[in-house]
Structures are given as C-alpha cells and as structure tokens.
C-alpha cells in the first residue's frame, strides 16, 4: 500500500531521470552558456566535449524514464560515480580546466547521491 503524498520508487526514479535528462539537454543545446557557468572566470572546455557529455546525461536520463528498472537505476548511478571520479581525474590531470571539472563532478556526484536515494526508497 501507498502512503498518501509519498512518491514511488518508480515515479522518484523518473523524477531523477527526468532532470538528468533536461540537464543534458540543456547541456547539448547550449554548451557554450553551460561551460561558462561551470567555468567561471577560467577557461572553458571545448564544446563537442562539453556536448558529448551531454548527450550522455540526455541518453541516460531518458533510459531511465522510460524503463525506471532497479537494474538501470543502479547502473545509470554507477555511470555517474564514474563520471564523477574521471572528472576529480581530469581536474588533477588538466589544472587549466580544474573549476569545470570539479563542477561536473559535483553535479555527477549529486546525481548519483539521488540516484541512491531511490535505490534506497525502492527498498523499503
């Protein structure tokens, strides 16, 4: 049974999904505006890059929208710790591009915090 008010794993997982998929949206449409705002006053990445990483997003959270699967939860949250942590990488690696990266990281991060939320709800 349902608690009046409180969200499904289901429809939580399309939640997720859905912003992860309007945020690469927007990422692929507009990379130029979205590498400015994760690159503040530095550089900013090229933008077939900051693109590719939106289509990602895009693919991902549309995967999940239209099959919100225990399954493709978890990976599409593993998809994104790995991004994170290749983000912490290239933040290291490219010191030029550090503030970007570690934006991306955290909006990946974040990601997959919420992506183990609805793991977590779909537990119970």
Do not use: C
């Not at 933008?47 to 959270?61: A, K, S």
């Not at 290239?90 to 591009?97: D, E, G, V």
């Amino acid at each position: 049974m349902t608690t009046p008010g409180r969200a499904t794993p289901r429809r939580a997982a399309r939640t997720w999904a859905t912003v992860t998929a309007a945020a690469g949206a927007v990422t692929v449409f507009r990379p130029q505006a979205v590498a400015r705002l994760v690159s503040g006053t530095g550089p900013t990445p090229d933008t077939p890059v900051v693109r590719i990483l939106g289509g990602r997003q895009l693919l991902q959270g549309t995967a999940v929208m239209i099959r919100p699967t225990q399954a493709l939860v978890t990976g599409a949250a593993v998809v994104d710790v790995l991004h994170a942590t290749s983000m912490i990488a290239a933040a290291l690696i490219w010191p030029r591009y550090r503030r970007a990266a570690l934006g991306s990281a955290a909006v990946a991060g974040a990601s997959a915090a919420a992506g183990a939320l609805v793991l977590r709800g779909a537990r119970r």
